[in-house]
């Protein structure tokens, strides 16, 4: 048994505590099945028929067991169609839809299980309440996407995010200090999922999105500062793009203002002619100045304001272990590069270990590197 709900510019739905609205929104190219936040009409955090939309302000959506959620024009062309998911309903059994409080539109059956619901299916936006990653049973890695040009999500390690472009190559690796403030982040052996921290409420909004330019923008607003702010978190500029100084190089990026990327403490330029640059514009191999005894006689240099290098496949941790533990076991592991001691995705204060190349790091990112170094080339950076 199904139902249907007609859409104009003055007809729409609206949450219990009248935090969001979905209806029909206008863009550059047509109407769109949105939701968004009521108190801010043009921040729109979810779209169902992206890629087909209306050409004036009304349509219907019309919801059933058999057909699922069908999107008609006012001349009954049906453009957009979504499948509801399980637990399966009858053919001739009550539904109902809502939306919830969260932003979350909901179809249920007559006993409340959940048939579908569009935080399962994301567009560019992510807002609290919503959870992307991936668990058991679900068969692909929810992530937030632009029209499937860029879209940003992590990895199965879960440490990493990335904003990915189409083909699948990583255009930029989102800098750890952003993803560990703004979301919650749970990892096991089988799933990894993250959200926002804070709930929306109608004296706090906030988003994470994923811009038609590839851009991720974080965006707030609070009841007390009564404006929003919107944060472009990457990139930023030419040194947030990913592996700008190249892969494997041991190389950082900085602006001075202009790009360059120098090698780390206790590293040279690999070829003659870079050999007495401490700076070079293009990218190039650094290797080290003297081997590594592996011994006490090695000791560290200490980088400040640092987007940490990669860590995904390349790296040692070790959850609860402090700094001057962290520093021991570096020196005692013979391919130990450089360390740290940061927050994990998990929360808990952690050591990190490269045991490769440091790579895709740059200055002014707010955290510490300790660059191991041997003897005869400490004090020299």
């Known amino acids: 048994m199904g139902f249907e709900v007609w859409f104009s510019e003055n007809e729409r739905i609206v949450s219990p505590s009248s935090i969001f609205e979905l209806g029909l929104f206008k863009d550059r190219t047509g109407w769109y099945l949105g939701i968004w936040f009521r108190q801010f009409p043009g921040r729109v955090v979810w779209t169902g028929n992206r890629g087909s939309p209306l050409y004036s302000s009304e349509g219907k959506l019309q919801i059933s067991s058999s057909a699922g959620i069908q999107l008609f024009d006012e001349s009954g062309y049906m453009t957009w169609h979504r499948d509801l998911t399980s637990p399966a309903a009858e053919d001739d059994a009550p539904l109902s839809a809502y939306l919830s409080d969260t932003g979350n539109f909901i179809v249920s059956n007559y006993s409340g299980g959940i048939l579908w619901g569009s935080f399962d299916y994301p567009s560019n936006v992510l807002i609290p309440g919503m959870v992307l990653g991936y668990y058991p049973g679900l ?9 499937d040009i860029f879209h940003e ?3 199965e390690t879960g440490y990493e995010h990335y904003i990915w472009g189409s083909s699948g190559t990583k255009i930029c690796r989102i800098d750890p200090i952003y993803t560990t403030k703004a979301m919650i982040q749970t990892r096991t052996t089988s799933s990894y999922t993250y959200s926002l921290r804070r709930n929306t ?11 038609d330019t590839g851009f991720l923008i974080w965006s707030e607003w609070t009841r007390r500062d009564r404006k929003w702010k919107d944060l472009v978190i990457a990139p930023s500029d030419i040194c947030d793009k990913y592996t700008t100084c190249g892969s494997g190089t041991n190389t950082y990026c900085s602006m001075n203002p202009l790009k360059s990327c120098e090698c780390f403490p206790g590293f040279r330029p690999q070829t003659d002619s870079e050999r007495n640059q401490d700076s070079y514009a293009l990218h190039g191999h650094c290797v080290r100045k003297s081997p590594l005894a592996c011994s006490d006689d090695d000791g560290f240099q200490l980088l400040k304001n640092m987007k940490l290098p990669e860590t995904d496949n390349w790296t040692i941790s070790y959850e609860g272990v402090g700094l001057e533990e962290c520093k021991e076991r570096c020196l005692t592991t013979c391919n130990c590069t450089a360390f740290a001691n940061t927050d994990m995705p998990t929360g808990v204060r952690s050591c990190v270990m490269w045991t490769v190349s440091l790579e895709d790091t740059r200055r002014n990112r707010g955290q510490n590197l300790y660059v191991k170094l041997a003897a005869l080339d400490m004090g020299g950076y």
Do not use: F, H, V
């Open 153 to 155: 999500g992590g990895t």
């Open 139 to 147: 068969d692909y890695i929810r992530t937030i996407t632009y029209d």
């Open 201 to 211: 409420t109608t004296s706090y909004y906030a988003s994470l999105k994923m811009s």
